[in-house]
């Protein structure tokens, strides 16, 4: 079965420092990949995706991803992070061939001040 | 660009009773819009895709007579939730694909909080 794995439910990282948000996935072909961040109440907001190219994608305020074909991975990174950062964020796979996505359980990432 | 709405944000109703949700895309034509379902600190879960012009598909244990998906334009699908029941209530969530735009992402409504009492 394809699948999206957020192995961690909660990131607790201190402001200014670096963060990390994992992702691991199984999906089928060329898998198109994607970050999203969720604010309390609010859908889903776009930051970054990966389709083919450089394994580093550079997305919105500031997060990156780098995109690692041999472990399957594909993490949320950012140099420094803010209070604001402070979110639910979901790690997405969309298999080669379908428009449907395979959401990852969610990383609830605190920074704190 | 790329915006999607979704009307009501949050609604409140009677069991028994049917509840409409609308996602509109409002600056770009979809002919794919999806329908999710969120539990309280849990995953989406897609419970249909909706194909302008044609019938939607469910994915596997949603009740389509229940959730009843319409995808009338190329702006505008709805979400009807018969006869309520307290176990429906959830945070319904859409999203939209711009077909004109290859390799394009799914662009997300905000969301609406359904509470059946």
């Known amino acids: 079965a394809q699948s999206v794995a957020q192995p961690e439910d909660q990131v607790n990282v201190a402001e200014g420092n670096p963060l990390t948000v994992k992702c691991t996935y199984s999906?089928?072909?060329?898998?198109?990949l994607f970050w999203y961040v969720q604010y309390p109440n609010r859908g889903l907001q776009f930051l970054l995706k990966?389709?083919?190219?450089?394994?580093l994608v550079k997305g919105s305020y500031g997060f990156e991803a780098e995109f690692n074909k041999s472990q399957t991975s594909f993490h949320l990174k950012k140099p420094s992070a803010l209070v604001s950062d402070s979110a639910l964020y979901f790690c997405?796979?969309?298999?080669?061939?379908?428009?449907?996505?395979?959401f990852g359980t969610g990383t609830r990432l605190k920074v704190l001040a | 660009g790329a915006v999607v709405s979704q009307h009501p944000s949050r609604v409140i109703c009677k069991s028994g009773t049917s509840v409409k949700i609308e996602c509109r895309s409002l600056d770009f034509q979809a002919t794919t819009m999806f329908w999710y379902r969120q539990f309280p600190k849990q995953s989406l879960m897609l419970m249909a895709t909706s194909n302008e012009g044609s019938k939607a598909t469910y994915e596997q244990g949603v009740e389509k007579d229940k959730f009843l998906i319409n995808h009338a334009s190329l702006t505008l699908s709805t979400l009807t939730v018969t006869s309520a029941h307290p176990e429906d209530s959830s945070f319904y969530i859409c999203s939209a694909r711009d077909h004109t735009v290859i390799d394009n992402e799914q662009f997300f409504g905000p969301g609406t909080r359904l509470t059946v009492l």
């Open positions: 997405a796979g969309k298999p080669s061939g379908t428009y449907k996505y395979i």
């Open positions: 999906v089928s072909g060329n898998p198109y």
């Open positions: 990966y389709i083919t190219g450089d394994n």
